[in-house]
Each structure stands twice: as C-alpha cells, then as structure tokens.
C-alpha cells in the first residue's frame, strides 16, 4: 500500500491529538509505513483511505487504535532503573506521608506510565525489605499504560535477566523463580498491584483512579510536546492529595513546564510537592 508523507503527516497528527506522542517523519516514518501495512494485510484494507477512515469513524470499541498505540510506545524500563529514587520515597517521602494520614487510610501510589511492570513492583520491593511502614500501614500501588500489550505482561510477572540485572542476587533469589527461561515474579506481589490500561490524557480515567500521595511519571512526558506536557502535568496535579508528590525521569523538568509544585532537593534530587 501506499504511504506518502502526507499520509504520515495525518496518522501521526491523529496520533498526537489522541496520545500526546509526537512523532517525526524522519525518525518515525518506516515504524508507522510497517504498521499501517501490516494491518492493511490483515484487514484488507484497500488503501490508505479506508484503513484511515475506519480508525477515525469505524473503530468504536477502539481495536484499531490500540493496535496502533501499541506499535508506536516506546516501553524501555527495568527493576531498580534510577533507583535512588525509590530510597527517597522510603526514606523522606513515606515516613512524612505517614505522619500526615489517618490511621485507617492507605497510602495511594500511582505509576503512570508503568510499561511492563517493573517500576511498581520495584516500589513494592522496597517496602518489603524496608518493612517498617508497610507493617503499620496499608498499601494501595496502581501501575497505568496507554499500551495494553505491556499491561498483560506486568499482569504476568514474567521477566528476562536484562529486565532484573539491576537487583542484587540475594533479591533475585527472594523473589523471582526460573520458568521457561524468564524470572517469574512471587505471584503474591504480582497481586498487591493493580493494572489498568488508562491514557493519561483521558481526564474520565483519570479521576476514576482517584487522589494519589505519590506519583511517579518517569520516562513518558520527554515524548510529549510541550502544551501535552503541561495538560498532563495539571491532571497529575489533581490527582495528588494535598502536600503529595511527584517523581519524574532525570530528564524531565516540572518547572519548564508548569510552575504550581513546589520543587525540593533530596541528594541532589528534585521532587515535586503539591
Ligand atoms: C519508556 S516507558 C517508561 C516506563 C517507566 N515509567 C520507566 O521509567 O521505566 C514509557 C511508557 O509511556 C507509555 N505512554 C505513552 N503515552 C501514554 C499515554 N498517553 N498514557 C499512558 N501511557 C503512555 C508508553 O506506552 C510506554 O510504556
């Protein structure tokens, strides 16, 4: 089938306005001309045309799209990835929570983005090995992802060596067993945790979530362009309880995009505090 610039030029602005994803022509082009290809094959699609035109007003149980999102998510993750984040939040963030909370109220986490699992899991690791909050306290972590592959597979704890390098053996060795050649993950944290395949955009899911204490949003906004930035950044606001926080990748700058959290240094790290 024929796929022109102009093509890419539309699928992508489709993209963009549904997701915030950004993609470019020169870097982007061949990911999208594969995908649109293959589904033209297995659907039969006759021409660039009619694919578009039935993802925009065919595609009601939103099939079409998700395949697309699916193909153009860029999931890199692993346990422990910026790890000293995580001792922040066990070390300064969770005992100060905790002094603020109700006795019967848990704490409420959000990852979003979660990709395939390993940041929420890493967070329930640290509690486990740092038990003096989580003896005391509930817990309630929620990992979201626009890409439903990479939900199915955090819901399935299954994790190549590459995915786990960063844990030390004795963690390997506590939690993860060998089958089939990945490291399956203790099937009672695989259940602490709820998926749930969610946009971060979509402003009905998102407050289905409800109020969070702390949210990590590493690694996502960086794809973002800067006024889906900002729309993000606002839902997370409202999504945190008073004096919550939030947690971005080293390379993701909250005041460069909106200016109501107040940033605090831990080590030499920046967190964001409602
Ligand atoms: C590089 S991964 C980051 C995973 C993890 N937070 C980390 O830092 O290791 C980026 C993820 O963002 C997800 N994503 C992109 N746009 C999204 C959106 N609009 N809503 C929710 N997730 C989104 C992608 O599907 C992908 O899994």
Redesign the pocket.
Known sequence: MVFSQENFEKLSEYIYRK???YLEYTKHYEKLRKQVDKRSKSEAYSSFRKYFYTLRFEDKEGVEFEELINAV??????FY??NHQFEILINELLPQIDQIKGASEPIRIL?????TG??PYSIALHLLEDDKIVNERDFEIIG????ST?IEKAQKGLYSDRSIHALSPSIKRKYFKKKMGYNELDPDIREAITFQK????DKQEMSTLGKFDVI?????LI?FDDASKKEVAMNFYNMLNPQGYILL?HAEYMNRIVTVFKPLQFNKQIIYQK
């Open positions: 997701s915030g994803i998510t860029v999931n890199e993750t692993y990835r910026e990852c979003a983005p979660c990709s390993e940041e979201i992802d626009i890409d990479v969610a946009n971060v955009f990590f949003s590493r690694n996502m794809y990748g």
